[in-house]
């Protein structure tokens, strides 16, 4: 599927496509069509479902508009579908104050479900910037992320670059500078 033809960003607006990307086996149904197109059976395969549970996740996205069927084919009599997803990235709505970051969320049960021997690279520092380097970090995070999903190879292992860069809540100090 050439990616000329597909819109770069697809904004979640409606509480039905919400409700799709919630759900973790929904967000790893849209990694698998995230660089190719594939078929409910490769889905399937892919995720570890039954077919049936694929097929139901997979109408559920299209519903939504985040995946379409972008070929057909036929195959001994019947019509197989291929489906992509309907953009390059999907953008949540910001969660609010408290709310749960659904993408941070899928991450984490992500990493707690990789492969116990696999290479990893998890770290997390504490810094002190000002608004300009933290601008400026922010940036470089997301152009490294481009710069190598614009390498990425179909035919390669999946690999995911999840990163956060926040202000931490300020909630107020007691004495001693403990909580």
Known sequence: MPTADVPETFHVTTDEQLRAVSNLTRHRIMAVLRFEPATITQIAERVGLAKGSSSYHVRLLE????VKVVRTRKVR???ERYYAMAARSVVLPDPGEGGPDLLMRH???DLEASPSGAERHVRMAHLRLTEEQFAELGARLQALADEY???SDPS???ASFVFALFHPA???RSEGGAK
């Open 77 to 79: 009599g019947v019509t």
């Open 149 to 151: 999903r614009e390498l």
């Open 63 to 66: 519903r939504a508009g985040l």
């Open 170 to 172: 300020q909630g107020e």
């Open 156 to 158: 390669l292992p999946d």
């Open 107 to 109: 991450a984490v049960a």
